[in-house]
DNA sequence: AACATTGTTCCATCTAACGGAACATGATCG
DNA sequence: CGATCATGTTCCGTTAGATGGAACAATGTT
């Protein structure tokens, strides 16, 4: 973007931008093309992102994907929620030859649009749920099929069923499940989920994927939970402070 | 981290490093865990750095990385300049079983320790290489075989051949070469590298390498300058100000 | 060549960030 | 089990420094 978009985005006056993004650009966060006097996202970002992971459930979670994209041969999201919206942090492909990718890393999709997605809304504090349903249906824009009362009955399958299930309603040759990670008392703190072709989605291989599904999330959740409690050396945690 | 710890690093009152966290933790940039009064770096620098993705070298780069890792077998790294660090920001593996990760993306090299890293460092303005010679020598700590002397060497290599070439100074069974992505004017923008265990590094497979590592690099070159040329639209680029 | 648009710099005003201090909470140790 | 210490949280007066108007420079456009 240039100074003069960036400045109508923001409501700031123009000097003022200059020297915020100014400030941004010498920290790397930002980046500065003076030939055309465009400015980018900096690569700055790259390296957070990673040190974001390092201490997140992504770090975690990882041998939990390879172990699914490995032993299903289809693709493997990890989503947490973020605000009101499904965030996917990390995915692992399988070697099946025919990629089912609908979500990058960093993608985000309105809380219940999804497998993953709806996975997350499911197992949220049930006034969560209510107001969701209720308030966020201009973010549903789009996703047809996603009206308050049809995903209210999607919760609720998912409730019962203990997993969702997307069959096609985002991109119709493509079939979801997607399950829960817990914390000891029921919220989810994480969906994995599992997409692929409608054809490698009958009812026999949807129970199959759900149980690997769900024994992978049991068990991250009691390792995070685990986690959860070590306080003590958490605090130790020296910071090398030229990281930057 | 706590909030004393961070208090710690960056030098301001508690007070204060309260209300900023507090801030970050507002728009999804920090993750504040009430149980163990933990910070953490939050998952919303995940879209941040996919959006960064979208506008910066790694997505134009990206259909290069996948030929060679297709092609080679083996692991395929572009790395930027960053101050004065070499920075990893895409990675793409081949199908060979023995697989050689020695950079994640978003992991920093001090410029000249590393194939890639080697490769930007030499076709950088000579004002800057004689600078991070004499200067950067603390940075390389840590990494033997890297004084001021044995670089201005490997650089001079780089120069002449064309590519820079890491015969397991940083891990030994492994070997690396990189090539630079050169813009009009011969600066390099980025580097493309391609790292191995040894025996799949003898002469005549380096040069073959080379000579697709090469191919890939001037063609990204080309694309980049003609993108740099079109100012005209860039400004155009509407933005949807809820996209956080 | 005149004009229009955008980027950059300067500076006086006034916002809002800072941190001292007081309080709350939970951990640690005798 | 109670006293003490360390840490997290809230409040508020002072003042550092952010803001944006205005003037200027450097482009691109008609």
């Known amino acids: 973007m240039r100074l003069a978009d960036v400045t109508a985005v923001v409501d700031l006056g123009k000097a003022t931008v200059h020297r915020l993004l100014g400030a941004l650009t010498e920290v790397g966060f930002v980046e500065f093309d003076d030939g055309s006097k465009l400015y980018r996202l900096g690569y700055g970002l790259f390296s957070l992102a990673a040190a974001a992971q390092q201490f997140s459930i ?5 041998p939990s994907l390879v172990r699914l994209a490995a032993a299903t041969e289809d693709t493997v999201y990890l989503s947490v929620r973020e605000g009101d919206q499904a965030l996917c942090v990390d995915r692992c492909t399988g070697k099946f030859p025919i ?17 993953g997605s709806l996975a997350l809304l499911a197992f949220q504090p049930e006034g ?3 107001r969701i349903l209720r308030d966020d249906h201009a973010a549903r824009q789009g996703f047809s099929g996603f009206d308050a009362d049809g995903l209210r009955a999607m919760v609720r399958a998912t409730l019962r069923d203990g997993y969702a299930f997307n069959g096609g309603r985002i991109v119709s040759a493509m079939a979801a499940v997607g399950v829960p990670v817990k914390d000891h008392d029921g919220r989810a703190l994480a969906a994995l989920s599992i997409a692929a072709i409608r054809e490698r989605m009958g009812p026999a291989r949807i129970s199959e994927l759900v149980g690997m599904l769900q024994q992978e999330a049991e068990e991250l959740g009691r390792s995070l939970d685990q986690r959860g409690q070590t306080r003590t050396e958490a605090g130790q945690n020296k910071v090398t402070e030229e990281q930057f």
């Open 58 to 62: 992504v770090e975690q979670a990882r």
């Open 99 to 115: 990629r089912t990718l609908t979500l990058d890393v960093g993608d985000r999709r309105p809380l219940g649009v999804g497998a």
């Open 128 to 130: 969560d749920i209510d």
